[in-house]
């Protein structure tokens, strides 16, 4: 009965790549967020999305791009792996205005 | 667009002693305050949050006040214990979570 899931756990790609990480959550959260976590441990929100309306973070290259099938995945798909996209990244998912709950994280190095 | 800081970045205090962490925003509209512990490896988790019709919130040996005209808030531990070591994270929002916006974090050590 794991609220926000994630996965894989871990993954390891080499540059130019391209790859997913699926979220689901079964909270029944009308929002769903993305989030990197670099090596310094900022947060930094990619996107958020509620009620098919997606709000993306402008820092936000467009290599990156959520999916969301339904209101209970939001998935996450990366073009043209680069470097710098090395770090943790955690999936969440809130009703408005509230505590947002995190999944596990996936921690993706790009070689 | 809504802007936290945070501060200190590291803190450290002996087992025992109160440790203080405080945030400050810039948009008046946030009304919504949470409190996120992460721990090594792991996921952020809250620990405790406060609205802005509350001017302080307590639960055992955290408590947190918000000083909405002054647009801070701070984050109290009484009686650190080891296991209180993580990474805290302040944030900020307000009532559709659009504008969810997290502090740079403060590494917490409890030294024995």
């Known amino acids: 009965d794991t609220a926000v899931s994630q996965t894989p756990k871990y993954l390891v790609t080499q540059m130019g790549n391209d790859k997913s990480i699926k979220c689901e959550q079964n909270?029944?959260?009308?929002?769903m967020y993305w989030y990197k976590q670099d090596s310094k441990k900022f947060l930094k929100i990619m996107f958020s999305?509620?009620?098919?309306?997606?709000?993306i973070n402008e820092t936000v290259p467009n290599r990156f791009s959520p999916k969301s099938p339904d209101k209970a995945h939001l998935n996450l798909h990366i073009n043209s792996l680069e470097l710098g996209d090395s770090a943790v990244y955690f999936c969440?998912?809130?009703?408005?205005?509230?505590?947002?709950?995190f999944g596990p994280g996936t921690r993706l190095t790009v070689l | 667009g809504e802007n936290v800081e945070q501060h200190p970045s590291t803190l450290s205090v002996q087992e025992g002693d109160s440790a203080v962490i405080k945030c400050t925003y810039s948009?008046?509209?946030?009304?919504?305050f949470p409190w996120y512990k992460q721990e090594l490896g792991k996921r952020p988790q809250l620990i405790i949050d406060?609205?802005?019709?509350?001017g302080e919130k307590k639960d055992q040996r955290i408590a947190v006040t918000l000083n909405k005209t002054a647009k801070h808030f701070s984050l109290h531990i009484t009686e650190t214990q080891p296991e209180d070591s993580a990474v805290y994270f302040c944030a900020a929002s307000d009532n559709y979570g659009q504008n969810f916006v997290f502090g740079p974090g403060t590494r917490l050590s409890v030294l024995p």
């Open positions: 909270l029944g959260h009308d929002t």
């Open positions: 948009d008046s509209a946030s009304n919504y």
């Open positions: 406060i609205r802005s019709n509350v």
């Open positions: 999305y509620n009620n098919k309306e997606l709000i």
């Open positions: 969440a998912s809130s009703q408005p205005g509230s505590e947002q709950f």
